[in-house]
């Protein structure tokens, strides 16, 4: 069930709904400074009066990610999307729910079918915010992806959702140096918390 949205205000009076989300973002700010323009943007959506935990909004709206790793760390399970094409971390939208670590906890559950994953904070591992093309009857839309580290268990048994063409556990230093810059920024910060 998702959790109440309450609507609040911030200094400057702009609306803001009551989620763990503000003060993530603020911790994540102080982390990564170099990402001051791409926080900004996700504080922007959290301030809008429209509310951005609905996929309804297509002006944009949050998406929960899942860097989902092994057990001892090295591996990361990706999606061939379905409807992208890609190769992808796990996610999804957050349809009301303000918690995006429940929102990426449950997603990479429903999409990989794991057993015993744990979200390994409750903190931004990384932010994202990419365009998703025109579908069907869903017209372009910006995702604003707020993504966190899930644990495996022992059992790395996947199976394959609707929602992917395929799954694969992928060893995470090679994807470094991937194309994607998403996954290779992913894959560099989490090389760098292994040291």
Not at 15 to 29: G, H, I, K, T
Not at 89 to 99: K, T
Not at 176 to 193: H, I, N, P, T, V
Request: glycine share 8%; no cysteine.
């Amino acid at each position: 069930m998702a959790a109440r949205i309450i609507p609040g205000t911030t200094e400057q009076g702009e609306r803001v709904f009551e989620s763990p989300l503000m003060e993530q973002l603020q911790a994540y700010l102080a982390r990564w400074p170099e990402e001051a323009e791409t926080v900004d943007e996700f504080r922007r959506l959290l301030a809008d009066p429209r509310n951005p935990f609905l996929r309804e909004r297509l002006e944009g709206h949050f998406t929960g990610g899942a860097w989902l790793v092994s057990a001892d760390g090295r591996r990361t399970l990706l999606t061939h999307h379905r409807k992208l094409g890609r190769w992808l971390q796990l996610g999804g939208h957050a349809d009301g729910d303000v918690d995006m670590g429940r929102v990426a906890l449950k997603e990479a559950e429903e999409e990989s079918g794991l057993p015993d994953l744990r979200l390994e904070e409750a903190a931004i591992f990384d932010l994202d915010r990419h365009w998703i093309p025109e579908r069907r009857d869903v017209p372009g839309h910006w995702h604003y992806d707020v993504r966190y580290v899930i644990r495996a268990g022992a059992d790395e048994r996947y199976v394959v959702s609707e929602e992917s063409l395929d799954l694969a556990w992928r060893e995470i230093a090679p994807l470094a140096d991937d194309a994607d810059e998403s996954l290779g920024r992913m894959a560099r910060k989490w090389l760098a918390r292994q040291r």
